[in-house]
């Protein structure tokens, strides 16, 4: 990630097709999904196609990808929040459901995601508080302010 003067973030990535079976795209079903994502510092990520679009299962595909760009986004952007607020997160984990649709040419989009946060604080004096910061988690949230999908968000604040 570069921070320009003007306050632009930019990230870079590089990304490898790496399933070539030695004919190249010559046919559809001839070749691998296999890619190969190098960001500069962390490790490789190898990802595929969905199954359905006759990818490798065991690899991650774009569509998973973004559903964890959103759950994690949201995560972050609530954990920061809640520490500023003086609310002590014990546990966190979501149960993120997306919903794609492809369309009779072929293409496709997503047409909504879905967040089940769940979330373990200390103090039950702050649940309800809590349970509010994810309204400002998902504004804070820069890759849901990115979608044109309805991204939403059903919580759970457990105080303990």
């Known amino acids: 990630m570069l921070l320009n003067p003007n306050g632009h973030h930019e990230y870079r990535m590089h990304l490898q097709w790496e399933g070539n079976r030695g004919e190249g795209t010559s046919n559809y079903g001839g070749y691998d999904r296999l890619f190969r994502i190098r960001m500069d ?27 964890a760009a959103l759950s994690s986004c949201h995560l972050l952007s609530y954990l920061a929040l809640c520490a500023r607020r003086g609310i002590t997160v014990l546990e966190y984990r979501d149960e993120a459901h997306g919903v794609m649709v492809v369309t009779p040419k072929g293409g496709g989009r997503f047409t909504s995601v879905t967040l089940h946060p769940q979330v373990i604080i200390r103090g039950k004096e702050q649940q309800a508080l809590a349970l509010e910061l994810h309204t ?25």
Do not use: T, Y
């Open 41 to 67: 510092g962390k490790p490789d990520l190898l990802g595929s196609a969905d199954p359905a679009f006759r990818g490798d299962s065991s690899k991650h595909n774009p569509e998973d990808l973004l559903l």
């Open 136 to 160: 400002q988690a998902h504004a804070d949230c820069f890759i849901a302010a990115s979608c044109n999908f309805p991204v939403e968000n059903h919580p759970e604040v457990i105080a303990v």
